[in-house]
């Protein structure tokens, strides 16, 4: 059997050298029978502006060749997937089954493993992805594949979440089409076009693990050079001998004019880095917010975190011209920004907008970053109207999200030679935790979602736990595998508080999707106690009228945020912020929901010589 790949599999006398020449990438109305869609990748080390590139970025021709990652045009070390940045998109029909045969390759022996995001692996939890939680990694050399069905519908995407992989270039989109009866904006535009789908992301000259080590060692590492758009960034100039100059060509998205089109906007980010979308002289109409649909809400901008997923519809009503799409910085990417054109037809190629590239982009904005300018996630409506009954509560739990300094927590800082309280200007830089509720989050060596019962009880804990045990985390550093344990069918609601006052953070739950009830940000920020108290005095609303979902959300700084969920999916399921080093430093928690789960595939990487259960 061949299986598809985009550069390696030889079909039909053909190499096919496009993903988006996949069979499964077609019409749903036209072909609504699910079908199984499989797909061949290599995980491997790699370089952007390889010999794959030939002169790229002096001759754009070269920059689009097979195996070419032009990144911002200068030779870097990357992981790809089949020598892709971003990796191969899976476009496929609500229901169909997808396999990804994936082959670890890289040549430093590390291992690996895939989570696919915004599926929620009902009756396949083993698929999820997370190395030591749902599984042992794929070590180097070895494969495994992943087989789910394509149960959640609308825009997402892929990556790694072994290490910081996914800093460095293992990701893709994951798009699942429904037919037009199953849509419920199907009406709002004319064409989605497989095309249309943006990943965009931060970049650094340096590798994602010399940034880590940096933060967790006490070394300043320049980590922000600018921004991609579907892998391609601008940013970099370049000179030659024939030619100066010169960068990288932006991504250009067509149209046809009198049309309405569905855009998908991926929020591939690694770092501290949050990025806000808009088109020049253009209205986006928002309907879905990380694959759930929403009623639309009609924005000039849409500010996207790390994980999170926007659809707009755009309607192509402007003169026959080039315009730019902007992708603007904010946190660690604030003075950057990127540009993608949206080109209309009978507009000349090569030809760039005259819009200024220096301005910024105005009006009314979708997410706001201060969490209070703005449409935020809590005005949104569900479109779907048919959610489950969440109004009677089982379990409550507060959750504060904050940066502190400890010492002796994941190697930070050794209370006898190098504490951080000595940290300052004449002695070394510090190195903070990000925790929540004071806790950083370890995983043990072994994947707990099979062999839980395995691991040391006295690793396991929660803040009850840890003050039953005399131990005070607000003065030592706690470490340990934070959870937090519920029974099947349980409402939970979750009272998230960002105690800090420089940065969101964006909230990812594995498994489920929040019911997103409200949220507020404050000019000085509270504690769960303070929280505690206004909601006594009626002073913090919730909205229970056709409240949105979202499986990744943003804690505004100084603020809120209540959602709630049922817990209808056993196992073992990692809730953490999706920026790539706080999540290292310890910013998650894992949510244990019991109930009966199927046997492990018996093909599961294997990382132990205990036997699978």
């Not at 699910?34 to 754009?60: D, H, L």
């Not at 009902?122 to 999820?128: F, I, K, N």
């Amino acid at each position: 059997m061949c299986f598809y790949s985009d550069t390696k599999c030889l079909k039909g006398g053909h190499w096919l050298i496009n993903d988006l020449n996949h069979p499964c990438v077609r019409d749903c109305d036209a072909n609504p029978e699910p079908m199984t869609c499989r797909y061949n990748w290599t995980i491997e080390s790699y370089f952007s502006v390889s010999r794959a590139c030939y002169q790229c970025p002096y001759n754009s021709f070269d920059c689009s060749r097979t195996d070419c990652v032009p990144m911002a045009g200068y030779a870097r070390p990357v992981y790809s997937a089949n020598r892709k940045v971003p990796g191969p998109s899976i476009q496929v029909c609500e229901n169909d089954v997808i396999e990804v045969r994936v082959h670890n390759g890289m040549q430093n022996e590390e291992g690996t493993s895939i989570h696919w995001h915004g599926f929620h692996q009902r009756e396949t939890p083993y698929m999820d992805g997370v190395s030591k939680v749902t599984q042992c990694s794929i070590p180097s050399g070895q494969e495994f594949t992943y087989r789910f069905h394509a149960t959640e519908a609308g825009t997402h995407w892929w990556h790694s979440h072994s290490g910081v992989q996914r800093a460095d270039g293992i990701y893709g989109s994951l798009i699942v089409r429904q037919t037009s009866s199953s849509d419920p904006h199907r009406h709002l535009y004319d064409v989605d076009d497989p095309d249309h789908v943006l990943v965009i992301a931060d970049w650094s000259k340096v590798p994602a693990t010399t940034i880590a080590a940096g933060l967790f060692h006490g070394v300043e590492v320049t980590d922000v050079d600018g921004i991609l758009v579907n892998g391609r960034g601008t940013n970099q100039v370049f000179d030659s001998e024939d030619k100066a100059n010169v960068t990288v060509e932006h991504h250009v998205v067509y149209v046809n004019s009198g049309l309405k089109y569905r855009f998908r906007v991926i929020g591939a980010m690694s770092d501290t880095c949050v990025l806000t979308v808009s088109v020049d002289y253009h209205e986006l109409i928002v309907i879905a917010a990380d694959g759930a649909p929403i009623h639309p809400v009609v924005v000039e901008r849409i500010t996207i975190y790390s994980g999170e997923r926007y659809d707009f519809v755009l309607d192509a009503n402007q003169e026959k011209d080039s315009y730019w799409i902007r992708v603007e910085g904010g946190l660690a990417c604030a003075s950057f920004q990127e540009f993608a054109i949206l080109r209309y037809d009978m507009t000349p190629l090569g030809v760039e907008p005259d819009e200024d590239k220096s301005i910024r982009s105005e009006g009314v904005t979708l997410n706001p970053m201060d969490g209070t300018d703005g449409i935020l996630i809590s005005d949104l409506g569900d479109a779907e109207e048919t959610l489950d009954d969440l109004s009677q509560v089982d379990v409550t739990e507060y959750i504060e999200i904050g940066a502190i300094g400890r010492n002796d927590a994941k190697g930070l800082h050794d209370h006898l030679f190098y504490p951080f309280e000595n940290a300052g200007e004449d002695t070394y830089e510090a190195s903070r935790l990000f925790v929540l509720n004071n806790i950083a989050l370890t995983l043990p060596g072994i994947p707990l979602l099979t062999h839980a019962e395995e691991v040391d009880n006295s690793m396991f804990c929660n803040p009850e736990s840890l003050v039953m045990d005399g131990v005070d985390c607000s003065t030592v550093g706690c470490e340990c595998i934070h959870t937090l344990s519920f029974k099947q069918d349980q409402v939970v609601e979750l009272v998230l508080i960002n105690t800090g006052t420089f940065a969101a953070h964006p909230m990812h739950l594995h498994g489920y999707y929040f019911t997103v009830l409200g949220m507020q940000s404050f000019s000085v920020p509270i504690t769960a106690e303070e929280f505690k108290t206004l909601d006594e005095e009626g002073n913090i609303s919730r909205n229970l009228n056709n409240p949105p979902r979202k499986d990744t959300l943003m804690v505004p700084p100084g603020g809120y945020v209540v959602v709630r969920f049922r817990t209808s999916n056993p196992g073992w399921w990692l809730m953490h912020c999706h920026f790539d080093t706080h999540l290292l430093l310890g910013m998650g928690l894992l949510v244990h929901v019991d109930g009966p789960l199927s046997a492990p595939p018996n093909d599961l990487p294997v990382c132990t010589k205990l036997p699978l259960v």
